[in-house]
């Protein structure tokens, strides 16, 4: 994340954030998480456009991170509103791509549906 603020580029900043939600969740650090991929969220889109497509991969990605983190945690209302603002984000974008390696779009949401779904 320093390499990528140093880079003074918001999505790579973003993108760092978003590796970092992964290996939080990993250690079961959810409410770290929480507190990175919002705080991330928030800075990016304050940053980029609304419909850049990048910052739609990105920022929706974090939700989906965010969103597992909640449901392992037992956070119905919160996974329930982090899914809904990745699919906002999702039918924006318009398609399943592939921007800053995310893998982001309609299909993913419809996956971490499902695992938030288990997890709860």
Known sequence: MSA???ADDPLALASAARAATHGLLAVGRYDDAIELG????????SQLREE?????SL???LDLRMALAA??????AT???LLDRAE?????LGEDANYWQT????TNVTLHRIAAALDL
């Open 52 to 56: 850049d497509p990048e910052a739609l």
């Open 71 to 76: 449901a392992r945690r037992d956070d119905r």
């Open 79 to 81: 996974t329930r509103e």
């Open 88 to 92: 906002m984000a999702a039918e924006r």
């Open 103 to 106: 893998a982001f779009g309609p």
């Open 38 to 45: 919002s705080a991330a969220h928030e800075w990016l889109a």
């Open 4 to 6: 990528a603020d140093n």
């Open 59 to 61: 920022a929706g990605m």
